[in-house]
């Protein structure tokens, strides 16, 4: 596992949107567009994991801002993807560091470290329970990644 240089993956942004709608960017692999589009508008990270890439792009939205995890195959195919989000939150990426082979850990909001643990093969998912509070993934039974991480109240910031 490694952090990818930005010469290696970037993101070039696609269509400026409305305020109501995310920005979409297509990810860029040594210089070559993957075709894989994706939410976001900035490229936080890039960790390289065997052949797999783990991506972190944020939205551009200075009261609000979002998280967008994303874990893509060597053909650059979506395997999993995740959202953080808080409302009213304004997260920022800082911190990111490698803490086992299949291990990331970084902060985003809720004055939290949050750590990403990338799977060998896809692990089974109950869909309605297991999540921290503010991530958010699409439904389905099965995860490549698991995000941890325990939020401190909003409240308490």
Same mark, same amino acid.
């Given at each position: 596992m490694r952090i990818s240089e930005t010469t290696e993956i970037q993101i070039k942004r696609l269509i400026e949107v409305s305020e109501?709608?995310?920005?979409?960017?297509?990810?860029?692999?040594?210089?070559?567009?993957?075709?894989?589009?994706?939410?976001?508008?900035?490229?936080?990270? +890039?960790? $390289?994991?065997?052949?797999?890439? /783990?991506?972190?792009?944020?939205n551009d939205c200075p009261f609000e801002e979002s998280l967008n995890i994303y874990l893509f195959d060597k053909h650059w195919r979506l395997l999993d993807s995740a959202e953080m989000f808080c409302i009213y939150s304004t997260g920022s990426f800082s911190d990111l560091k490698l803490t086992a082979p299949n291990r990331v850990q970084f902060r985003f909001f809720g004055d939290t470290d949050w750590?990403?643990?990338?799977?060998? +093969?896809? $692990?089974?998912?109950?869909?309605? /329970?297991?999540?921290?509070?503010?991530?958010?993934r699409e439904f389905g039974f099965t995860r490549h990644f698991l995000v941890r991480g325990h939020p401190k109240p909003m409240d308490r910031l």
């Open positions: 109501n709608e995310d920005p979409r960017s297509e990810i860029v692999a040594k210089g070559v567009a993957t075709g894989s589009i994706v939410p976001g508008a900035y490229l936080e990270a +890039a960790v $390289q994991w065997g052949d797999c890439h /783990l991506l972190f792009l944020t750590e990403v643990e990338i799977f060998d +093969a896809p $692990q089974f998912r109950f869909p309605w /329970l297991g999540e921290p509070v503010g991530v958010i």
